[in-house]
């Protein structure tokens, strides 16, 4: 066999090794972008969307979408998860940083509550949504982001099960104390790591 055979081979295994040590336990990977929303589609007029900040704040801070639009934003590429076992490598999304939206915040909250358009809520710990780790994202793959997969504008986690990445986002509640969302009130993990196989309360 030619050398460069050989080589083309170690190379592809490599990368077949890396892929795997990025899907966690219990998932695999596909190429499509499944749609799980628990209800219908809502249809927010764009002109009264608002993106909103409340709770444990001094003041409430709130964006139209237009002023939305003009914050910082970023491009990343990540993977997701979803607790229904499908894992999608690199996407890419643009959106603006949990820490571009809290810079300069003061708050006692150690929780925070995401809040969607129809009755969808997520809630995580604020250090789990800081410094890097989660964004709300307008635009997937350079488009912008389809309705069915919570656009305008939704929630991005990626550090955990994607069902934390509330779609349709229009703010987060700063709490004190921890209050579960939609799923998590309905036995799915609290926290949801997908590394821990935190699936199910209980995990
Ligand atoms: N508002 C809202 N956000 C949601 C959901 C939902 O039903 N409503 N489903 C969650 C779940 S379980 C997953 S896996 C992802 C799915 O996102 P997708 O439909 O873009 O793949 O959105 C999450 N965010
Ligand atoms: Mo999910």
């Given at each position: 066999m030619p050398p460069i055979s050989r080589g083309f081979r170690r190379r592809r295994g490599n990368e077949a090794e890396a892929e795997a040590e990025r899907v966690p336990q219990g998932q695999y990977v596909t190429p499509d972008?499944?749609?799980?929303?628990?209800?219908p589609t809502p249809h927010q007029p764009i002109e009264s969307w608002t993106f909103e900040i409340r709770g444990e704040i001094d003041e409430v801070r709130s964006w139209t979408w237009a002023?939305?639009?003009a914050l910082p934003?970023?491009?990343?590429?990540?993977d997701i998860h979803c607790?229904?076992?499908?894992?999608k490598l690199d996407t890419s999304?643009?959106?603006v940083s949990l820490d571009t939206l809290l810079d300069g915040v003061d708050t006692s909250a150690a929780y925070v509550l995401a809040f969607s358009d129809g009755d969808y809520s997520s809630n995580l710990p604020l250090a789990d949504v800081r410094d890097g780790k989660a964004w709300v994202a307008y635009e997937y793959e350079d488009e912008p982001l389809a309705p069915e997969h919570g656009g305008p504008a939704r929630l991005l986690v990626p550090r955990h099960y994607f069902w934390k990445s509330a779609k349709w986002v229009r703010g987060?509640?700063?709490r004190p104390d921890d209050q579960p969302g939609f799923w998590e009130t309905y036995g799915y993990h609290n926290y949801g790591?997908?590394?821990k196989e935190q699936r199910y309360a209980g995990d």
């Amino acid at each position: 066999m030619p050398p460069i055979s050989r080589g083309f081979r170690r190379r592809r295994g490599n990368e077949a090794e890396a892929e795997a040590e990025r899907v966690p336990q219990g998932q695999y990977v596909t190429p499509d972008f499944p749609v799980l929303s628990a209800g219908p589609t809502p249809h927010q007029p764009i002109e009264s969307w608002t993106f909103e900040i409340r709770g444990e704040i001094d003041e409430v801070r709130s964006w139209t979408w237009a002023e939305f639009k003009a914050l910082p934003s970023e491009r990343i590429t990540v993977d997701i998860h979803c607790v229904t076992k499908w894992s999608k490598l690199d996407t890419s999304w643009t959106g603006v940083s949990l820490d571009t939206l809290l810079d300069g915040v003061d708050t006692s909250a150690a929780y925070v509550l995401a809040f969607s358009d129809g009755d969808y809520s997520s809630n995580l710990p604020l250090a789990d949504v800081r410094d890097g780790k989660a964004w709300v994202a307008y635009e997937y793959e350079d488009e912008p982001l389809a309705p069915e997969h919570g656009g305008p504008a939704r929630l991005l986690v990626p550090r955990h099960y994607f069902w934390k990445s509330a779609k349709w986002v229009r703010g987060i509640e700063l709490r004190p104390d921890d209050q579960p969302g939609f799923w998590e009130t309905y036995g799915y993990h609290n926290y949801g790591d997908p590394w821990k196989e935190q699936r199910y309360a209980g995990d």
